[in-house]
């Protein structure tokens, strides 16, 4: 007999063999550009409302009758903002250009030109000139503000109790990254190697800002949710973004008392999200706690499924990896992207441990024609 879909994902994490692969599609490190999305619902002459969930991604909210289309087995929950963050995009001139500008709860300013409405990047890194001793009087914003879970259980309880559906969380847990952002990448990566006293005083603030958000948001579905997603970008193409003996020292310590934390706290899977050739950091995830690897970045330097599966295939889920995102999925013919879903499919699927998607967001230039072939195949290679 054929799985609900919780049934699905549940085994699958469990590395026990499901009746066929899950699928997955909505998240925001697994969504759909809007610009994709919007050719997507006119192919398939589907109305509805473009709802933008990531403002920074520009990622769309699937509505049911897409996810359904594409056979999938998720369905996502998000907190919010604090109760009193205005947020919102307000529209400014600079440089000769139009801006959409973002100010987030940390004081980043995320920006889009709106003769290039693709995505946002940061304008504004607000820590840029900071010493240490600024760091102790920035206005850091409440992890445990309660107007941020404000309707996240009712939420919950309905995927779990009204649809057959998994429940995965948003993103959260971005201890590392926000550091950058704050910061600017290129100072923050001299600050690892000449100060790091000033790494570490950032790094627990944005710690202990997950810390409370978590205690939170545990108190509130840490009982309904089945998997949650944290995560922090750790590689590039070719390799690590930094020396993993400093990953080891600052950051791998705080990410460590996380996972701990949040594994004390609930049942759910903890999936961990990082772009890139990140297999040398792979053993330290798994030593922090985590169940679940994403995006799976296979045309990435020593990402090679059958391998990956072969040597941590036993401790580590995979979820996604099913297609090279940057070559095949957005320049191949729906025959090629079918036969690559197979090769991907048929390496991770063996034993459970695999929940297929893209490599991250599926882009804004990828056709209706492809994303279909990309998901009947997985349905169509995915059965036990």
Known sequence: MAMTSRERILAALNHEQPDRVPIDLGGNQTGIHRDAYIALLKHLGIQDEVVIMDAVQQLAQPCEAVLERLRVDTRYIAAGAAADFKGGIEIHERDGRTWHDLVDEF????????????????????????????????????????????????????????????????????????????????????????????????????????????????????????????????????????????YRKIVKPRHKQLVQYIRSRTKAKIWYHTCGACRTYIPDLLDNGIDILNPVQISAANMEPADLKKTFGKELVFWGGGIDAQHVLPNGTPEQICEHVRQNVTAFKPGGGYIFNNVHNIQGGVSPENILALFDAAYEYGGY
Not at 123 to 139: G, M, R, S, V
Not at 153 to 163: E, F, K, S, V, W
Not at 185 to 200: G, I, R, S, V
């Open 107 to 246: 004081g980043i300013r995320w920006s889009m030109p709106d003769d290039a409405p693709l995505y946002m990047d940061i304008t504004h890194h607000p820590l840029a000139d900071a010493t240490i001793n600024d760091i102790k009087d920035y206005p850091f914003p409440r992890g445990d503000d309660p107007g941020r879970f404000a309707g996240l259980r009712d939420q919950a309880l309905a995927i779990r109790n009204d649809t057959p559906y998994a429940c995965v969380s948003g993103i959260s847990g971005v201890v590392y990254e926000i550091c950058w952002y704050m910061r600017g990448l290129e100072q923050w990566f001299m600050d690892m190697l000449t100060e790091p006293a000033f790494c570490e005083a950032l790094i627990d603030q944005t710690l202990k800002f997950w810390m409370d958000w978590f205690r939170v948001f545990l108190d509130e579905v840490g009982d309904v949710v089945d998997v949650i997603m944290i995560g922090d970008d750790l590689a590039a193409q070719s390799g690590p973004l930094f020396n993993p003996e400093i």
